[in-house]
């Protein structure tokens, strides 16, 4: 008899905490596969051949043709030493792009939060790939200012870089992410 009313009690549970464990389950899920995507991919690369993967390269390069906007001495040049590539601003080398650089880790962490939080799944769909295309852009935008800012401000490079500019990475993902649970997400269905 007591090892009934456990099961009534852990059901009881179940029940109560229902959407909360659905949710745990869609964000580890999500957030497992797509890293486990991701390591895979990062993985056709040599990094003991100092390699660079093709999103990294990108980001660099997308963030070379923001700053020529600004300056027309800013390039990009591999690495010869370690898995990056430096940026140049004003002639100058102010910042190596790593893989961490890209925001595609970000980009998961977003991804599983949606999913986690889903809505119908066209709108779901449409939002994460219009917020992934956001959080390209402002990464970019980021290390572009950032760029600028190290050149300008060397003594606050640490903070600059630890601080401030995750920050605003960050700060946009979490605007999404409020968007899409007040605006979008079943969660925000069943509030009206």
């Given at each position: ?7 009534l ?22 957030y ?12 056709t ?37 370690e898995p ?15 893989e961490g ?27 994460i ?10 990464n ?30 960050y700060?946009i ?11 979008f ?8």
């Amino acid at each position: 008899m007591h090892k009934f009313i456990k099961i009534l009690i852990l059901k009881d549970y179940y029940i109560e905490y229902k959407p909360f464990l659905i949710f745990l389950a869609k964000f580890f899920g999500t957030y497992l596969l797509l890293t486990l995507v991701y390591q895979t991919y990062l993985g056709t690369y040599d990094v003991k051949k100092f390699e660079v993967d093709g999103v990294t390269q990108l980001v660099a390069q997308n963030t070379k043709q923001l700053l020529t906007l600004v300056d027309s001495q800013s390039y990009t040049k591999p690495n010869l030493t370690e898995p990056c590539v430096n940026l140049y601003y004003h002639d100058t080398w102010v910042a190596r792009i790593i893989e961490g650089c890209n925001a595609l880790s970000v980009m998961i962490l977003f991804v599983s939060f949606i999913v986690a939080f889903s809505g119908k799944f066209k709108t779901t769909l449409i939002y994460i790939i219009t917020g992934v295309i956001l959080i390209y852009f402002f990464n970019v935008l980021r290390i572009a200012l950032l760029c600028m800012a190290v050149f300008h401000f060397k003594q606050y490079k640490e903070v600059l870089h630890d601080v401030i500019f995750p920050l605003f990475i960050y700060g946009i993902v979490f605007i999404l992410w409020i968007i899409w649970v007040n605006k979008f997400s079943e969660y925000a269905k069943n509030k009206v």
